[in-house]
């Protein structure tokens, strides 16, 4: 793609946005580092974290999951079969089983079943292979919620500059119903660092009741906010599934809904296409009103996830038609049409890229 190319389809899409006076609710949209730099290094390993710090992320994402041991450990899903090398370890053959989560049935080696010693002996590997290889594969440690606090702090102290920590707490009706809800111990780790008690935090969660239970124990106006996700509009949520509810997330995209979320939350993280949907023929169409929307109601905006391949990329924005080839300069001009439309943050695998676009926004 040319870089000629791609400053007309910026073009097109901006002039094609009947909200691009939207503005966002922040001075300066920020960087979110989506696992950290994920594109680059394998998902949630202190290596990934900090490639993001260095490529300029305000904030690194650690997903968090709980062991047998009621230790948080960053992992995107507690089946761990696609990103660690478990199934080369024969003493953990017989780990292997299946387990309905949130409603779906999963096979595969799940972080509850291991301690953190036993979870200390695998070496992480990556999920996509087939768009962004294996070359770091074997060569990290899983880490815990502590161990990034204590790297975040001082990468910032070195760096002169503060660093944001945005977990997610994953599965949580899932894991309370294991005994091993994680809300509690998520507020005691940020409470027993001192780089956690002032450092900005956003909590995210793709469930309701964990979060308003938060809520209730975080201060308005504190270091701590809360993100509400937001899947597919027709998916139910966890803790609406567990207690035989039919509430679906298109219930959460109304006014109604968006002013129900703020009663409890700080931003909104929907899914991209939420914002500006693709069209048929899989290119950028015209923004929704969800950012407009989300604003009246006093919520931030914060979408996911950026990705550099043109598997990932909206068609306007790709570089010919091998799925594994990246578009940088697609990718930047895609999230600039999101920036156009008001989006407050964003959620993305390459921060390098996410800093280009911010830094080179006009406003």
Known sequence: MTMRRILVCMMLSILASPVLAEAPLVAKPQVYAHRGASALRPEHTLASYAKAIADGA?????DLVSTKDGVLVARHENEIGGTTDVAGHPEFAGRKTAK????????????????????KTLRARERLPQLRGTRWDGQFQLVTFDEIIDFVAAEAAA??????IVPEIKHPSYFQSLGLGMEDKVLATLRAHAYTRSAPVVIQSFERDNLRYLRGRIARGSNIRLLQLIARPDDVPGDVRAQGGTARYADMLTPEGLRAIAQYADAIGPELRAIIPLDADKRLGTPT???????????QVQPYTFRPENHFLAADFRDGTDPARRSDDGSVAEMRAYLEAGIDAFFTDDPALGRRAVDGLAR
Do not use: K, N, S
């Open 159 to 164: 760096r002169g500059r503060t660093i944001g």
């Open 289 to 299: 009103a969800l950012v407009r929307q989300a604003h009246a109601a006093g919520l």
């Open 100 to 119: 309905t989560i949130d409603g779906e049935r999963v096979e595969g080696w799940f972080t509850e079943d291991f301690t953190l010693a036993e979870l």
């Open 58 to 62: 305000d904030f690194v994402e650690p």
